[in-house]
């Protein structure tokens, strides 16, 4: 095995000024025309063979000459979002409120590190690697890179990736077996009922009491009628009714999210989103009123599988010097890595980069966001090792 860590290092300058060029032109989902360019140029340039798929995806493929084996997805994403960057930073974005303010710019960079240095080394490895490059993580692009077969041709047998995150410490990775980041799924309501003045109000149907009484009502799913022990938490962001204050509305309409973090998706998520319905017609038919649900299409829950975690626990070691650094991470946010880890036994690594010094602290799509830098390397360790192992092996 070849000296990881010695040629991580040696790349550790074209690392940042990789990440540091994608943050200074960041692109928003299925934009990323100039990123996805150049991955595509890097890639060719190591000798992979590349693919364009689903407008602005890439993928490269890099097989292994040690002999026939198992066919690995490593994933990175490179979109950025509609956030003004107040960082203040001296690489700081050049496009008018688009910011890399979740740290895509980095696993692009790192992802690209990576294939570089596993390209040196095929002879190493049998079998072989799909660097998948791909777009719109932010509104579930994922799903549209699987439709087209990235899973397939050849198909894969196991997937990671890793987010840099900063509720984990710069030193630290956070990894869990079995559900680790929430089923989401967004919702637009529209509660529908008769005008009027605020002087009579029994010749209406007021909407805007319904949307209250339905706010509240809909509080009491997650503990009497779910187990407390698996929480769920149904979120209204947005709440748009009325035009004057003598006037009864005939429409209030209102949008949130349902998250939740069940062992087992597929029966539980039907169960949720039945009591859910029944709570908003049950409130609705009590005050006379109608009402629409539209569901837009978002997260499963991301699945850890134990053999994919055991590689990365390995890996850990060799790049951190210790397993100590492990937290046992789990979120209700959702992530697109979810549909890969629906299909096929999968990882992802919360690589830690909160640190005070480098001002990372902020959260992730805070206007002043940014990651460690320095972690960056690590990064590219783990995923350069975790490869090997699960190639060899
Ligand atoms: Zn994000
Ligand atoms: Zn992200």
Redesign the pocket.
């Known amino acids: 095995m070849f000296d990881v860590k010695k040629e991580v290092l040696e790349c550790e300058n074209e690392l940042v000024a990789l990440r540091r060029d994608f943050h200074q032109n960041p692109e928003l989902g299925y934009k990323e025309f100039r990123t996805s360019k150049i991955v595509s140029q890097y890639l060719t340039d190591i000798g992979l063979d590349v693919k364009s798929v689903s407008k602005t995806g890439v993928v490269g493929i890099l097989k292994g000459t040690a002999g026939e084996g198992k066919t690995l997805l490593i994933r990175a994403d490179m979109d950025a979002?509609p956030v003004e960057e107040k960082t203040g930073l001296p690489y700081s974005s050049k496009n008018t409120n688009v910011m890399h303010a979740?740290g895509h710019d980095g696993h692009t960079a790192i992802q690209l590190i990576v294939a570089k240095i596993l390209s040196r080394h095929k002879d190493e490895f049998k079998g072989c690697i799909k660097f998948m490059f791909q777009p719109n993580?932010?509104e579930a692009g994922a799903l549209d890179m699987i439709n087209e077969g990235v899973l397939e041709e050849p198909d894969v047998d196991g997937a990671m990736a890793l987010h840099l995150w900063s509720p984990v410490k710069s030193g630290r990775i956070g990894l869990t077996t079995g559900p680790v980041l929430g089923t989401t799924e967004e919702f637009e309501l529209k509660i529908m009922g008769k005008a009027g003045h605020t002087s009579t109000p029994h010749t209406a149907k007021d909407a805007l009491l319904g949307a209250c009484k339905v706010v509240d009502a809909i509080q009491s799913l997650g503990t009497r009628e779910f187990d407390p022990l698996n929480p769920i938490a149904i979120m209204f962001g947005k709440i748009h009714g009325g035009s004057a204050r003598n006037v009864i509305t005939d429409c209030v309409e209102l949008g949130g999210t349902i998250r939740f973090l069940f062992p087992d998706e597929k029966i539980n998520k039907p169960k949720v989103l039945d009591a859910f319905e029944r709570i908003i017609k049950g409130t609705c038919d009590a005050l006379s009123l109608g009402y629409e649900i539209k569901y837009i299409p978002s997260n499963p829950s991301l699945i850890n599988d134990p053999y994919m975690v055991s590689i990365i626990k390995e890996a850990d070691k060799e790049t951190y010097g210790t397993n100590d650094n492990i937290d046992d991470f789990k979120s209700l946010a959702g992530e697109d890595f979810a549909e890969i880890s629906q299909r096929v036994p999968s990882v992802m690594t919360f690589v830690g980069i909160y640190n005070e010094e480098a001002k990372s602290c902020y959260p992730?799509?805070n206007s002043k966001f940014t990651i460690d830098e320095d972690i960056m390397k690590y990064g590219v360790e783990l995923h350069v090792r975790a490869a090997m192992k699960f190639l060899n092996n």
């Open positions: 979002l979740c993580e932010e992730h799509h």
